[in-house]
């Protein structure tokens, strides 16, 4: 009944099968050709949450976007949502 509405309705089989391509994939092209097929295959467009998906497949895109490493945004993490930098919450987003 593919396509699914929601990401968390593709059934994890399916993320599976595309997941272990898609670490299969040698090349960007290759990679990309699987996101495209999975995104086809199992999430309607436009999907609400997909985004959320390609951001934790594809970190490094983050970071490319914000210029920012992983302790550089925690640190505007903490200061966006406004967390005294000392408290234990924000401690452990620093560290």
């Not at 599976?16 to 495209?36: H, I, M, P, S, Y």
């Not at 999430?43 to 997909?50: F, L």
């Not at 210029?67 to 406004?82: H, I, M």
């Amino acid at each position: 009944m593919p396509p699914y509405a929601c990401c968390s309705d593709v059934p994890f089989e399916n993320l599976v099968r595309f997941l272990t391509c898609f670490e299969n994939a040698k090349k960007g092209d290759a990679k990309n050709r699987q996101l495209v097929e999975f995104r086809t295959k199992n999430v309607v467009r436009p999907s609400k949450d997909v985004y959320a998906i390609y951001r934790l497949l594809l970190p490094g895109s983050d970071r490319r976007m914000y210029l920012l490493k992983e302790q550089a945004l925690g640190a505007v993490l903490v200061d966006a949502v406004g967390i005294d930098k000392t408290a234990p919450l924000a401690q452990k987003v620093l560290h």
